[in-house]
């Protein structure tokens, strides 16, 4: 497989290495692969790290979340207009905006392994008993890395004979670690001090260049968010769409970051889908707040539309001290992945810096004239952004379930149905009865005409049952023998197995009120 900083199979890409999370998260990524919902990229040629393809279940399901974003945050409401920008564009847009310059993770390199380290992902500690250095360990992140660390500790006092007690362990990132350290701090992948390399920036941005020459003049960059094609579309939008401070923005696309060391399944790749939103508002002090706030709430509502509900996610306030020098506040909705506890969605309130790089940088004016106060000015955003891979992922770890059924285990995506690429399976009873199969394939054309349903035949009514609820499929449709005497058939909910007769009519009905499209 391609890239040195991932020896192991992308679809068992780094992860936390304990415990049951760690088998639930395998579990998932399996699933993923088995049901054609993720592929490895590449995979005949073994594949390159942090990059995916998506399959027929996976394409299903990523559209239904983009679909169900789109409708909420766009065409629901009269203050979000619709944007699609260029991946690729004026290289000048990327110096404004300030990611020419810093857009970089720090690095660092175990120069016998060639493994490579984000270096703010890297932690060590100093090993001492009774006040006295014996050595140091280090690790990658990960939700038990302080219990994990102090194992280490307690391992390597004992290969060294060491007697006393041992110091409290102070991990810390290794972009903290002072000069004096570097010797002393072992690599992860060999265990030997003074195999890393000293951290340094890396520039995260995929360069290319645009025409036949491949010299300074002609190169670009592909985009690392799409945020930046709203601002400097900002006019464009602002004399064409007939809107009005405060308005929004909205724009799904894809981004591409060099990451360092993709982890975790789909969660950190390198091509990777936004759905952004812009929210431009007035200047004034003390509005940002509340439009800040709002739109937490907003997105979280949203989140528990598709099946994120409060028990999955957490909110993760930014400390002043860490936020960019321009950003007033920033607050994470998180997910309780099987590896920890991570961002899902960050929603900032990022003043007007953009909007005034690009004014500045361009030339050009980007400024708002508002009738109401006879002003112009150049508004403030607050930015929701989200990731479509992240949210594929949050979707598929919260709806996975294991029950028992009869006596069998059965593995289950609870999926809600607003999003579940495969709303609805039909089956005949008996596929060598033309009768049942007239009516059921019937059925089947009257519904794939709103839905995405599958007609199935194959097996025994029970093994259907089973291959649609591993999908997350939440309808069961059966066609008998007394469909065809008064035009009833079964109807099964993927969840509770509970089964009843219901006519046509009132399938629809069942259905229409569960996806609620």
């Known amino acids: 497989m391609l890239d040195r900083d991932a020896p192991h199979p992308i679809l068992c890409a780094p992860m936390a290495k304990n415990d049951n999370k760690h088998s639930l998260m395998d579990e998932i990524v399996g699933l993923c692969k088995r049901r054609g919902f993720i592929f490895q990229t590449s995979e005949i040629y073994g594949g390159i790290n942090g990059f995916f393809d998506y399959g027929p279940l996976g394409v299903e399901l990523r559209r239904n979340i983009k679909d169900a974003w789109w409708k909420d945050m766009v065409q629901m409401r009269d203050d979000v207009v619709g944007l699609d920008s260029a991946i690729i564009m004026h290289p000048d847009v990327w110096k404004a905006s300030g990611h020419v310059d810093s857009f970089t993770d720090p690095m660092v390199d175990c120069k016998e392994s060639k493994m490579r380290y984000r270096a703010d992902h890297l932690f060590y500690a100093l090993v001492k008993v009774d006040g006295q250095e014996i050595g140091c360990v280090s690790l990658l992140e990960s939700e038990r890395m302080q219990e994990d660390a102090e194992k280490m500790a307690d391992d390597l006092k004992r290969k060294m004979a060491v007697q006393g007690e041992m110091d409290a362990l102070h991990l810390q990132p290794y972009t903290e670690a002072p000069e004096s350290d570097w010797s002393k701090v072992p690599s992860p992948a060999t265990g030997k001090p003074g195999s ?64 360092i060391t993709p982890r975790n399944f789909i969660f950190r ?90 004014q500045g940088a361009s030339g050009k004016p980007l400024e708002f004239f508002d009738e109401a106060r006879k002003e112009k000015y150049v508004p403030h955003v607050i930015e929701p952004s989200l990731g479509v891979d992240r949210t594929f992922l949050a979707v598929i770890c919260a709806a996975y379930t294991k029950d028992e059924i009869d006596g069998e285990t059965r593995t289950v995506l609870k999926l809600h149905p607003r999003v579940a690429p495969v709303k609805a399976g039909v089956f005949p009873l008996m596929k060598n009865k033309p009768e049942l199969m007239e009516k ?39 066609v008998d023998f007394d469909s065809l005497e008064d035009g009833t058939v079964t109807l099964r909910d993927r969840d509770t197995t509970k089964q009843e007769r219901v006519t046509e009519k009132e399938l629809i009905s069942a259905m229409e009120e569960k996806i609620g499209w």
């Open 196 to 259: 890393l390399t000293p951290p340094r920036e890396f520039n995260m941005m995929f360069k290319t260049h645009v025409g036949a020459l491949q010299d300074a003049s002609a190169a670009a960059y592909l985009r690392p968010e799409t945020a930046q094609g709203i601002f400097a579309n900002f006019k464009n939008v602002l004399d064409t769409g007939r809107i009005k401070v405060p308005f929004g923005i909205a724009q799904i696309g894809k981004a591409f970051r060099n990451e």
């Open 269 to 358: 790749s390198r091509e990777f889908e936004q759905m952004e939103i812009e929210y431009f508002i007035q200047p004034d002090e003390e509005i940002w707040e509340g439009h800040h706030r709002e739109w937490i709430d907003t997105r979280k509502a949203w989140f528990a539309s598709i099946g994120l509900t409060d028990e999955h996610l957490g909110e993760e306030v930014h400390p002043r001290e860490k936020l960019a020098h321009y950003a007033r506040a920033c607050t994470d909705i998180t997910f309780k992945f099987p590896f920890g506890e991570q961002e899902l969605e960050g929603i900032a309130a990022r003043g007007n810096y953009d909007l005034m790089q690009h």
């Open 440 to 478: 059921a394939r019937g059925l089947y054309e009257k519904l794939r005409l709103r839905w995405n349903v599958f007609f199935d035949v194959s097996g025994a009514i029970g093994r259907r049952y089973r291959r649609m609820d591993e999908i997350g499929t939440p309808f069961g449709i059966t």
